[in-house]
């Protein structure tokens, strides 16, 4: 069950911005995300909005799954999320743009499921390659993750 809808006053991703002027527009298709970090905050939100299509959209072909990515019967309820680090601001810093086509966001969702509480702490990559879907502009794509320990 999501815990926002798309006219929720602030972005499920934490930018305190009203979902239409933050992550609502790569969701909707109107725009794309212009960094990895974009992309997997709006990525969050699409999974407290249970958007299968966009989640679908966004991950990169060769790692998708085949079976469903979002159970719309699993009653869980999202938290919030936290951007631990993005690689390519940390390269940024220190002026080193190695792959400007590669990326790499740590994050931590929390949600609960049944009351419980849970913590997916990832170390997400992303790749920027063009996407015949739309036309063959590029864009950010989900590619795998990591996880800590």
């Not at 999501?2 to 499920?12: G, N």
């Not at 909707?28 to 958007?51: H, K, W």
């Not at 690689?87 to 080193?96: F, G, I, P, T, Y």
């Not at 969702?109 to 996407?131: M, T």
Request: hydrophobic share 35%; proline share 11%.
């Amino acid at each position: 069950m999501p815990t926002r809808s798309p006219s929720s006053p602030t972005c499920p991703c934490g930018s305190a911005l009203p979902v239409l002027r933050c992550c609502g527009p790569y969701i909707a298709g109107a725009e794309l995300p212009p960094t990895a970090e974009a992309l997997m905050r709006s990525r969050y939100t699409a999974f407290t909005m249970q958007d299968e299509d966009y989640l679908r959209a966004t991950w990169h072909p060769s790692t998708r799954p085949d079976e469903p990515i979002v159970d719309k019967h699993e009653k869980m309820q999202w938290l919030g999320l936290e951007i631990k680090s993005a690689l390519r601001l940390r390269q940024r810093k220190a002026d080193l743009p190695e792959h400007p086509d590669q990326d790499t966001v740590e994050f931590v969702a929390r949600f609960r499921i049944d009351g419980r509480a849970h913590r997916l702490h990832e170390i997400s990559r992303f790749v920027r390659e063009p996407d015949a879907a739309i036309g063959g502009k590029p864009r950010w794509f989900y590619l795998d993750g990591s996880f800590p320990k």
